[in-house]
């Protein structure tokens, strides 16, 4: 069984959004690419857990060659990365500068499988991480000819049977069908294992397979995007946490005069309480004791004279 995997380089999540929630987070002067030179480059967390389903099939006891494929010639740390976790091949395609949209990509893609010998099982992570949009592994799927199951958190071969696990929004689905056929890879199928610091060892010493266009039959013309970025943004990010102190009752006076002040909530003016006092203001329909003392005082009637407003 030749299963191969497609990886993506990406910008390390965690380090972009520690960037922007500290305002230095920057897009170049062409409007279009941020300015991330500091920011670590890594395995899209998606593929990587496309990874491990290969290598739990091949744990089962199926004998089958694991390729991992990436586009782009400044993907090598990743793709040793793959070698160390346990991928047979690597392999670098080279798109000799040309920029990529998601339909560009999937048919450079389907063009290494289809000239390499074919796949009887496609792996990829259910999106990439830097932009979220899970269109490259359907368009995949279509230009191979095969099927494709999406949002897998368990995959099981028998044969030539392929049996996955999809998450839904309802719970769980199990898929039934024949090989060849294309799954997109979903978090809940766990921690990814770590490659050990032999394996690493190892995986320098393997240097990825170079493809360029032209072994593949295509041209820059080819790969023209049929969707353009023109301009990126920068979301608007107020960090500001403010820390409530004092008892419950005081520290949840001020949590509502807080959402009241900034607007989150509406006053929509006093009440009087169901004894015939005002003893409190009623705020976006929240009881609001005006001393923090009165709220010993609650009880289920008051509660439930609140619940309706």
């Given at each position: 069984?030749?299963?191969?995997?497609?990886?993506?380089?990406?910008?390390?999540?965690?380090?972009?959004?520690?960037?922007?929630?500290?305002?230095?987070?920057?897009?170049?002067?062409?409007?279009?690419?941020?300015?991330?030179?500091?920011?670590?480059?890594?395995?899209?967390?998606?593929?990587?857990?496309?990874?491990?389903?290969?290598?739990?099939?091949?744990?089962?006891?199926?004998?089958?060659?694991?390729?991992?494929?990436?586009?782009?010639?400044?993907?090598?740390?990743?793709?040793?990365?793959?070698?160390?976790?346990?991928?047979?091949e690597i392999v670098a395609?080279?798109?000799?500068?040309?920029?990529?949209?998601?339909?560009?990509?999937?048919?450079?893609?389907?063009?290494?499988?289809?000239?390499?010998?074919?796949?009887?099982?496609?792996?990829?992570?259910?999106?990439?991480?830097?932009?979220?949009?899970?269109?490259?592994?359907?368009?995949?799927?279509?230009?191979?000819?095969?099927?494709?199951?999406?949002?897998?958190?368990?995959?099981?071969?028998?044969?030539?049977?392929?049996?996955?696990?999809?998450?839904?929004?309802?719970?769980?689905?199990?898929?039934?069908?024949?090989?060849?056929?294309?799954?997109?890879?979903?978090?809940?199928?766990?921690?990814?294992?770590?490659?050990?610091?032999?394996?690493?060892?190892?995986?320098?010493?393997?240097?990825?397979?170079?493809?360029?266009?032209?072994?593949?039959?295509?041209?820059?013309?080819?790969?023209?995007?049929?969707?353009?970025?023109?301009?990126?943004?920068?979301?608007?990010?107020?960090?500001?946490?403010?820390?409530?102190?004092?008892?419950a009752a005081e520290t949840?006076?001020?949590?509502?005069?807080?959402?009241?002040?900034?607007?989150?909530?509406?006053?929509?003016?006093?009440?009087?309480?169901?004894?015939?006092?005002?003893?409190?203001?009623?705020?976006?329909?929240?009881?609001?004791?005006?001393?923090?003392?009165?709220?010993?005082?609650?009880?289920?009637?008051?509660?439930?004279d609140a619940s309706h407003?």
């Amino acid at each position: 069984m030749r299963i191969v995997v497609c990886v993506k380089e990406v910008l390390d999540p965690n380090a972009v959004n520690n960037l922007a929630l500290a305002g230095k987070l920057r897009i170049g002067s062409d409007g279009r690419t941020l300015e991330v030179a500091a920011v670590p480059r890594l395995i899209n967390g998606y593929d990587e857990q496309g990874m491990e389903i290969a290598l739990r099939i091949r744990d089962a006891g199926h004998t089958c060659r694991i390729v991992a494929v990436s586009i782009g010639q400044d993907s090598q740390a990743m793709l040793r990365h793959c070698a160390a976790l346990g991928a047979d091949e690597i392999v670098a395609i080279d798109p000799a500068g040309v920029e990529l949209d998601c339909e560009a990509v999937a048919r450079l893609l389907a063009a290494y499988i289809k000239s390499s010998g074919g796949a009887d099982l496609v792996l990829c992570g259910r999106q990439a991480s830097d932009d979220d949009q899970g269109v490259v592994p359907v368009l995949l799927a279509e230009k191979l000819g095969i099927p494709a199951v999406l949002f897998a958190r368990a995959v099981e071969v028998s044969g030539g049977t392929l049996n996955v696990t999809c998450v839904t929004a309802d719970g769980d689905e199990v898929a039934q069908g024949a090989l060849p056929a294309l799954v997109t890879v979903s978090n809940e199928v766990g921690v990814p294992r770590f490659p050990t610091a032999k394996a690493k060892m190892a995986a320098r010493k393997m240097a990825p397979v170079a493809v360029g266009l032209s072994g593949l039959g295509l041209s820059a013309a080819d790969l023209a995007p049929s969707v353009e970025l023109v301009r990126q943004q920068l979301p608007v990010v107020n960090g500001n946490c403010q820390f409530l102190k004092g008892a419950a009752a005081e520290t949840a006076r001020q949590l509502i005069e807080r959402l009241h002040a900034d607007g989150v909530i509406q006053q929509h003016g006093n009440r009087p309480a169901a004894n015939g006092s005002d003893t409190g203001t009623h705020r976006g329909g929240v009881g609001v004791p005006a001393r923090p003392e009165e709220c010993r005082g609650l009880h289920a009637g008051s509660l439930a004279d609140a619940s309706h407003r």
